[in-house]
């Protein structure tokens, strides 16, 4: 897992992560609902694309809109197996520890809020 300053400057740098923002529906969802809300969303998320060992459909699970931590997960590389191994050091072919998906929750965090206007 890596320091999320130093996680977020490399985003910075990636065209694709950086395209990412909430608008419309997905920013309003935010919003009308409140972060604890979406953070709930976002750990049953993580708990069941991301934490078993052998996601079904890897790589293909997130989709690219439809709810604010969507969007979240494509802009900071937590989507799937191959992005968390890539990006945050997390090595596929084994379930995710309790710490390790309580790292990617605080990661969608701070760019959700980040969206928000508001400091990490």
């Given at each position: 897992?890596?320091?999320?300053?130093?996680?977020?400057?490399?985003?910075?740098?990636?065209?694709?992560?950086?395209?990412?923002?909430?608008?419309?529906?997905?920013?309003?969802?935010?919003?009308?609902?409140g972060?604890?809300?979406?953070?709930?969303?976002?750990?049953?998320?993580?708990?069941?694309?991301?934490?078993?060992?052998?996601?079904?459909?890897?790589?293909?699970?997130?989709?690219?809109?439809?709810?604010?931590?969507?969007?979240?997960?494509?802009?900071?590389?937590?989507?799937?197996?191959?992005?968390?191994?890539?990006?945050?050091?997390?090595?596929?072919?084994?379930?995710?520890?309790?710490e390790?998906?309580?790292?990617?929750?605080?990661?969608?965090?701070?760019?959700?809020?980040?969206?928000?206007?508001?400091?990490?």
């Amino acid at each position: 897992m890596r320091d999320l300053d130093e996680l977020f400057v490399g985003l910075a740098k990636s065209a694709f992560r950086s395209k990412f923002h909430l608008y419309g529906k997905d920013l309003d969802y935010l919003r009308n609902k409140g972060m604890p809300t979406v953070l709930s969303h976002a750990q049953d998320f993580i708990g069941k694309r991301l934490a078993p060992a052998q996601p079904v459909n890897d790589g293909k699970q997130t989709p690219f809109r439809g709810h604010p931590v969507f969007v979240a997960q494509h802009a900071t590389a937590c989507c799937c197996r191959t992005c968390l191994e890539k990006w945050h050091r997390i090595s596929q072919g084994r379930e995710l520890s309790s710490e390790e998906q309580a790292y990617i929750r605080s990661v969608l965090e701070r760019w959700l809020n980040s969206e928000l206007g508001c400091s990490s």
